[in-house]
């Protein structure tokens, strides 16, 4: 079956479904609505005429100009449209030529723009996705499947990525099948609770009134977007992020300390950690661009204490980089807002790995619990540096280094958890490890082309290694999202670990464990470095950093390459005015088609 996904963006969660629709054998293609008003319906009658296969599209009067998304539709002439996330409502000439499916990120009888939001922020335990099929009144079609989820305290963009995600996947999977079938019949809804859009009035934080706990469920429910307004030293910001402060205390509103690029401010009755801001936006100017709080207080933030990494905290409060041991495995648990890795926090994480690979351990895992990997360099610095092509050559070095430091590591096995997405050199630095560990949701980027780069983080090296030269040059070519069973056919990935984001830490304690019991893991440890030095004779590995690190200083040094109007745009969020080509295309099974270097193994799985 040919399905078009209709988006207002290429998110996390339309990913998702494009990767794993494709893996089930559907024809997949992509259009793009960024605006409200983009999708706004042309005049024609809905009468209909015939396609050759048989289906019908309205016709009548003259079809919109070319390039409108209705258009669109009708140039794919897919058996189904899709919409994972849309912010525009779906025109009658395309819902009633079309069946048209909303998903919809709210229970049964849930309805508008604000749904994930006022469940986060009301401390909802419970929460649902529902797959409806468009009409006239938003959200109120008849239902073709809804499933159920949890929803622990976390912030939304982790829970969009993570218990959303997989219910919405579930939900999705489960209306094409019903869809395709021919035999079911959706339900009509016959309750509905329509919420208002949740605005800055209602996110509004009364610093001196408001408990840790409510700050916080602000805080998450505004999370990645659109942020919770707020007034901090004489000025108007966007508030990213909260965790809570168990021992720091002051006035209500004061800003008490800073760790790892965050801030620490007093509530009612606590104190809560804001890792990000984003300054309002001035009329006429462009979007500001979030970043680490501490960066985009410069100059502004008073004298404060400059708390200690806390790597081995005794006590609840946030810190962006952990260690912990069980046994003889060593777990460093990295976790940095919407994966980006800054140059600071590249050198911080190699420092903390070295340490970590100072203790006796035969097994050293990376990764957070929850969400994501890594995305690679962090864009948003760049973009706000007063040189960003002296921060993006420092910041993709320093990426270098850490990858560098896990590919020369002999004497333990590393494994890369992946809990959430990793893309880019993100992606990479996963594939420095020995073992590469995925739950059944992440979505896997491993390319470089959608932003102007040519790549460096020695994928030259770790990914033509991992399934062969041919299936690299595609990866990086056609530059598609993977889902983690596709990677894993590839061998991208060696173990697809099938559990919710809140099980997967103890997952992962689990299978590292055996691999560290397991007779056959000193025999790797010692084959590492005998391995590595065969490696370095043939060809060292700084040859391969060298020449990817050429190829990318000529594309930072150049002020007309495309890399410095994609960053902008994509951090400024400037969404493209059209549908790019590569997703516009159908897509198949193209994924799984060449199995790389899993081609000489059976399961693609060498973890336990």
């Known amino acids: 079956m040919h399905v078009l996904l209709v988006a207002s963006a290429f998110n996390s969660l339309t990913q998702r479904v494009h990767a794993e629709l494709r893996d089930r054998g559907h024809t997949v293609s992509v259009e793009l609505v960024p605006g409200q008003a983009a999708f706004a319906p042309s005049r024609r009658p809905a009468h209909m005429t015939p396609l050759p296969d048989g289906r019908t599209v309205p016709a009548g009067t003259p079809a919109p100009p070319d390039g409108s998304p209705a258009e669109a539709v009708r140039r794919h002439a897919p058996h189904l449209v899709l919409a994972p996330m849309l912010k525009a409502a779906i025109p009658r000439e395309v819902w009633t030529a079309y069946p048209c499916f909303i998903v919809h990120p709210g229970p049964v009888g849930d309805r508008g723009p604000s749904s994930l939001d006022w469940a986060v922020q009301e401390g909802a335990g419970r929460w649902g996705v529902t797959v409806l099929q468009a009409r006239e009144e938003m959200d109120a079609g008849d239902i073709w499947a809804t499933v159920a989820c949890p929803l622990p305290p976390v912030p939304k963009s982790d829970l969009y990525r993570g218990e959303i ?194 203790r006796p351990t035969s097994v050293l895992v990376l990764g957070g619990p929850r969400d994501f990997f890594s995305n690679g360099i962090h864009l948003g610095v760049i973009e706000a540096a007063e040189d960003p092509a002296a921060e993006s050559w420092a910041n993709i070095n320093a990426m270098d280094d850490l990858v560098e430091a896990v590919l020369t590591t002999t004497d333990r096995l590393v494994v890369a958890a992946l809990a959430g997405n990793a893309a880019a050199g993100g992606a990479m630095l996963a594939l420095a490890a020995d073992e590469v560990w995925c739950r059944a949701g992440c979505v896997l980027n491993p390319h470089y082309r959608l932003m102007g780069l040519y790549g460096s983080e020695y994928w030259t090296y770790t990914l033509p290694r991992r399934v062969g030269a041919r299936t690299a040059d595609r990866l990086m070519s056609e530059a598609l999202p993977l889902s983690a069973v596709s990677a894993r056919d590839l061998g991208l990935v060696d173990q697809v670990i099938g559990c919710g984001p809140q099980n997967f830490a103890a997952e992962v304690a689990r299978l590292a464990a055996r691999l560290a019991s397991l007779p056959g893991t000193r025999a790797r440890i010692a084959a590492k470095k005998e391995q590595l030095e065969q490696q370095e004779a043939v060809e060292p590995l700084s040859a391969f950093r060298e020449r990817e690190l050429a190829e990318m200083r000529r594309t930072f040094q150049d002020p007309a390459a495309a890399y410095h109007a994609l960053r902008r745009a994509f951090t400024r969020k400037e969404g493209p005015s059209c549908t790019p080509p590569y997703l516009a295309r159908v897509t198949g099974r193209g994924a799984g088609a060449e199995t790389g270097r899993s081609e000489t193994r059976t399961s693609g799985r060498t973890a336990p």
């Open 165 to 358: 995600a997989d219910a919405a996947l579930a939900a999705v999977l489960l209306a094409v099948e019903r869809f395709a079938s021919g035999t079911h019949t959706p339900l009509p809804q016959d309750t509905a609770r329509t919420r208002p859009y949740l605005d800055q009035s209602v996110r509004r934080i009364d610093w001196g009134a408001d408990t840790t706990g409510t700050v916080l469920a602000k805080l998450r429910a505004a999370d990645s977007q659109p942020g919770v307004l707020d007034t901090l030293l004489g000025e108007q910001w966007y508030l990213h992020g909260g965790h809570p402060e168990d021992v720091l205390r002051g006035t209500p509103g004061d800003l008490l300390a800073t760790r790892n690029g965050a801030v620490c401010r007093a509530t009612a009755d606590g104190a809560v950690w804001i890792p990000e801001l984003r300054p309002r936006r001035r009329p006429g100017q462009p979007r500001p661009v979030k970043l680490p709080a501490v960066t985009a207080l410069g100059e502004r933030l008073p004298p404060l204490p400059r708390l200690p990494a806390l790597t081995e905290p005794r006590w609840r409060t946030w810190t962006d980089i952990r260690y912990r041991e069980q046994g003889s495995v060593g777990f460093l648990s990295f976790s940095f807002p919407g994966g980006a890795m800054s140059t600071e926090q590249c050198e911080r994480l190699l420092h903390a790995y070295r340490d970590a690979c100072d």
